[in-house]
């Protein structure tokens, strides 16, 4: 090229020299250049500032305040929306049924999702169909899939009832029940949220060099040892990124909340989420509903941090 | 019998893998094969099945009784331009702001690229109150003044269902990792034969990025502006909507299926009827975009 940099290979690190010929010129290749990123970048991040910084640091100021939304003025109350969160068992268990609910769906997700890529990364037949019929789950609604599971649930008719009264067994009432509630939430989830992770799955596992196999295979290792020495250690930056989405997919669950329980029976599967939702345009308590995002935020950047730096260390 | 033991022990471990392949996809395709036939079924056929429901014959009464029953029509015609819309229009951003991230150098790019990827760490619902108080004030929208008042902003309209969450931080990470898997060259070779920016974005990188972008904005769940994720949103048209003429299929088919009755029973025939025409449309895209899938997340880096 005509500014001196024919030899270099990959990316610049670092701003071309200007053009020898043009120095003195207030246009230089460099300011050209850094016009034409901002000018592609820069509504980018106009809108992200208005629709999504702005609105992060608001909610924190709402936090602050008592205000049905729209009749009245804020009435500013300090800290009084988190001493709600802190004082009433109510609220705090949400953060509670969060962290079990989602946290089961996370592992579950993970444990299959895995088993299941390592499986479809064989040369085996019909792998393409496995793969299609695995990924289904996550292309359809949430929404529509959790009244589907709410005609399954139905005490008299439903499917899981038929079923057990086939079986000789008696029916069982299961919206009346937490511990059954929770339980198909997490079953719900888990099968809508299993094929996304094993996409990710597997395409990290396409992309392990297929040498590091070869050379293990030479030094005598059978196949546990491959899984655990090359599989394994080479999986880590995709098992950061799962962890990280999953857990984010995971505590946000909100359809199935919303559509098979509405948060109860005994509000024993009111998650985050749908009580943020059920505290701000159901009754009308924005200031309560802003704080609980709050702790929330906090709780999944804790986490995400945590899952970046201790267990990633290698992001990019 | 030997014959069996051998047969058995070289490709054991590869029908112990298919054993569990097909029974897993039994299980993970039954809700979609109880629901279409539970859909084609009269209530008789319905109450008397065990495991699977089988219609008697094939009838379009219960599809008929479902566009009966709710605006089907129009529900697909709203979710068909959203999700049309952001499959365009979110890509297109990431794919002109994900390019400069990852080739052009200008002042304040890192700042901005951590910025964006300071969005991934917290769900997008927490600001829900914030921005619904911006969306019902935006000025001189829905009969608001030039201060946000006396109206109802973009509650209701299509504004709110067309302009939210334009930008995805997923999307041009995915797209900003790919480009900087291909090698410098290209950009070298297409600027000394005089081509500008946009020429290169759009006729060199665009090209070898299909399967990226056909992720980005079709297939992903990931990220919340792909097609299939906007024909599924459930939560953005029922916070920012009142369902009627801006019905979508998500929050549309839902409610009928609560809403329709038998004998003051839920009629689950139709449930199921609505249910698997809702999601007929994802699942034919998803088909016919699948090759790309695994190709597009691998190329993003997202790999070992």
Same mark, same amino acid.
């Given at each position: 090229?005509?500014?001196?940099?024919?030899?270099?290979?990959?990316?610049?690190?670092?701003?071309?020299?200007?053009?020898?010929?043009?120095?003195?010129?207030?246009?230089?290749?460099?300011?050209?250049?850094?016009? *034409?990123?901002?000018?592609?970048?820069?509504?980018?991040?106009?809108?992200?500032?208005?629709?999504?910084?702005?609105?992060?640091?608001?909610?924190?100021?709402?936090?602050? +305040?008592?205000? *049905?939304?729209?009749?009245?003025?804020?009435?500013?109350?300090?800290?009084?929306?988190?001493?709600?969160?802190?004082?009433?068992?109510?609220?705090?268990?949400?953060?509670?049924?969060?962290?079990?609910?989602?946290?089961?769906?996370?592992?579950?997700?993970?444990?299959?999702?895995?088993?299941?890529?390592?499986?479809?990364?064989?040369?085996?037949?019909?792998?393409?169909?496995?793969?299609?019929?695995?990924?289904?789950?996550?292309?359809?609604?949430?929404?529509?899939?959790?009244?589907?599971? %709410?005609?399954?649930?139905?005490?008299? %008719?439903?499917?899981?009832?038929?079923?057990?009264?086939?079986?000789?067994?008696?029916?069982?009432?299961?919206?009346?029940?937490?511990?059954?509630?929770?339980?198909?939430?997490?079953?719900?989830?888990?099968?809508?949220?299993?094929?996304?992770?094993?996409?990710?799955?597997?395409?990290?596992?396409?992309?392990?060099?297929?040498?590091?196999?070869?050379?293990?295979?030479?030094?005598?290792?059978?196949?546990?040892?491959?899984?655990?020495?090359?599989?394994?250690?080479?999986?880590?930056?995709?098992?950061?990124?799962?962890?990280?989405?999953?857990?984010?997919?995971?505590?946000?669950?909100?359809?199935?909340?919303?559509?098979?329980?509405?948060?109860?029976?005994?509000?024993?599967?009111?998650?985050?989420?749908?009580?943020?939702?059920?505290?701000?345009?159901?009754?009308?308590?924005?200031?309560?509903?802003?704080?609980?995002?709050?702790?929330?935020?906090?709780?999944?950047?804790?986490?995400? +941090?945590?899952?970046?730096?201790? +267990?990633?260390?290698?992001?990019? | 019998?030997?014959?069996? !033991?051998?047969?058995?022990?070289?490709?054991?471990?590869?029908?112990? =893998?298919?054993?569990?392949? /097909?029974?897993?996809?039994?299980?993970?395709?039954?809700?979609?094969?109880?629901?279409?036939?539970?859909?084609?079924?009269?209530?008789?056929? $319905?109450?008397?099945?065990?495991?699977? @429901?089988?219609?008697?014959?094939?009838?379009?009464?219960?599809?008929?009784?479902?566009?009966?029953?709710?605006?089907?029509?129009?529900?697909?015609?709203?979710?068909?331009?959203?999700?049309?819309?952001?499959?365009?229009?979110?890509?297109?951003? &990431?794919? =002109?702001?994900?390019?400069?991230?990852?080739?052009?150098? $200008?002042?304040?790019?890192?700042?901005?690229?951590?910025?964006?990827? &300071?969005?991934?760490?917290?769900?997008?619902?927490?600001?829900?109150? @914030?921005?619904?108080?911006?969306?019902?004030?935006?000025?001189?929208?829905?009969?608001?003044?030039?201060?946000?008042?006396?109206?109802?902003?973009?509650?209701?309209?299509?504004?709110?269902?067309?302009?939210?969450?334009?930008? !995805?931080?997923?999307?041009? /990470? /995915?797209?900003?990792?790919?480009?900087?898997?291909? @090698?410098?060259?290209?950009?070298?070779?297409?600027?000394?034969?005089?081509?500008?920016?946009?020429?290169?974005?759009?006729?060199?990188?665009?090209?070898?990025?299909?399967?990226?972008?056909?992720?980005? &904005?079709?297939?992903?769940?990931?990220?919340?502006?792909?097609?299939?994720?906007?024909?599924?949103?459930?939560?953005?048209?029922?916070?920012?909507?009142?369902?009627? @003429?801006?019905?979508? #299929?998500?929050?549309? &088919?839902?409610? $009928?299926?609560?809403?329709?009755?038998? !004998?003051?029973?839920?009629?689950?025939?139709?449930? $199921?009827?609505?249910?698997? #025409?809702?999601?007929?449309?994802?699942?034919?895209?998803?088909?016919?975009?699948?090759?790309?899938?695994?190709?597009?997340?691998?190329?993003?880096?997202?790999?070992?």
């Amino acid at each position: 090229m005509s500014n001196g940099v024919i030899g270099q290979t990959g990316q610049p690190t670092f701003p071309a020299a200007p053009l020898v010929g043009q120095q003195g010129r207030f246009w230089t290749r460099a300011r050209r250049e850094g016009l *034409t990123g901002w000018l592609l970048v820069g509504p980018v991040m106009v809108y992200y500032a208005v629709m999504g910084l702005i609105p992060m640091g608001a909610v924190v100021v709402l936090s602050f +305040v008592r205000w *049905t939304g729209f009749s009245g003025s804020p009435e500013w109350v300090w800290l009084h929306n988190y001493k709600l969160l802190w004082d009433f068992p109510l609220y705090r268990d949400v953060f509670v049924h969060t962290l079990y609910i989602g946290g089961s769906i996370l592992l579950a997700s993970l444990a299959i999702s895995f088993f299941i890529a390592l499986l479809l990364n064989a040369r085996i037949r019909g792998r393409g169909i496995y793969r299609t019929i695995w990924y289904l789950p996550a292309v359809v609604s949430f929404a529509i899939t959790s009244q589907m599971w %709410n005609a399954f649930l139905d005490p008299t %008719n439903g499917l899981f009832n038929t079923i057990l009264r086939w079986a000789g067994q008696p029916a069982i009432n299961w919206q009346l029940s937490a511990f059954w509630m929770t339980f198909w939430i997490i079953v719900l989830s888990t099968w809508k949220g299993v094929g996304g992770t094993m996409i990710i799955f597997l395409a990290g596992l396409q992309g392990i060099d297929p040498t590091l196999y070869e050379a293990g295979k030479i030094d005598g290792a059978n196949r546990l040892a491959l899984l655990r020495y090359v599989t394994l250690p080479s999986l880590r930056p995709v098992t950061v990124f799962a962890v990280i989405s999953g857990m984010l997919g995971a505590m946000q669950i909100f359809e199935p909340v919303q559509l098979l329980t509405r948060g109860g029976p005994f509000d024993s599967t009111t998650v985050v989420v749908y009580s943020i939702y059920k505290n701000a345009f159901l009754n009308s308590s924005f200031g309560l509903a802003s704080a609980m995002s709050v702790v929330f935020a906090l709780l999944c950047l804790a986490f995400t +941090v945590f899952q970046l730096t201790v +267990v990633g260390r290698r992001t990019d | 019998m030997a014959s069996l !033991n051998v047969l058995v022990r070289r490709h054991g471990l590869s029908i112990a =893998t298919h054993a569990i392949l /097909f029974v897993g996809s039994l299980v993970m395709a039954y809700p979609f094969v109880y629901g279409l036939l539970a859909g084609m079924s009269t209530l008789v056929e $319905f109450s008397r099945s065990i495991f699977l @429901p089988i219609p008697g014959r094939l009838s379009l009464d219960n599809l008929n009784a479902v566009f009966a029953g709710a605006d089907f029509g129009v529900m697909f015609r709203n979710s068909t331009i959203i999700s049309a819309w952001y499959a365009f229009f979110p890509s297109l951003l &990431a794919l =002109t702001s994900g390019y400069a991230f990852a080739r052009l150098n $200008f002042p304040g790019k890192n700042v901005a690229f951590l910025l964006l990827l &300071a969005s991934l760490m917290v769900p997008g619902q927490v600001s829900i109150v @914030p921005i619904y108080i911006m969306v019902a004030r935006w000025p001189l929208l829905g009969g608001n003044n030039i201060l946000g008042q006396g109206g109802s902003g973009m509650i209701d309209t299509w504004w709110a269902l067309l302009s939210l969450g334009l930008v !995805n931080a997923y999307a041009i /990470f /995915f797209v900003r990792q790919a480009i900087r898997t291909v @090698p410098y060259e290209y950009d070298e070779a297409a600027r000394m034969d005089g081509a500008g920016v946009l020429r290169i974005i759009f006729q060199i990188y665009l090209p070898m990025l299909k399967p990226v972008m056909a992720t980005v &904005a079709v297939l992903s769940t990931i990220i919340g502006t792909s097609a299939i994720n906007k024909w599924n949103d459930y939560f953005t048209p029922l916070i920012f909507t009142n369902g009627g @003429p801006l019905n979508t #299929i998500a929050l549309g &088919a839902t409610n $009928f299926a609560g809403a329709v009755l038998a !004998n003051g029973q839920p009629n689950y025939p139709l449930l $199921f009827m609505g249910a698997s #025409i809702s999601m007929i449309p994802t699942i034919l895209v998803f088909l016919i975009f699948q090759r790309y899938l695994v190709q597009g997340f691998a190329m993003t880096g997202v790999k070992g």
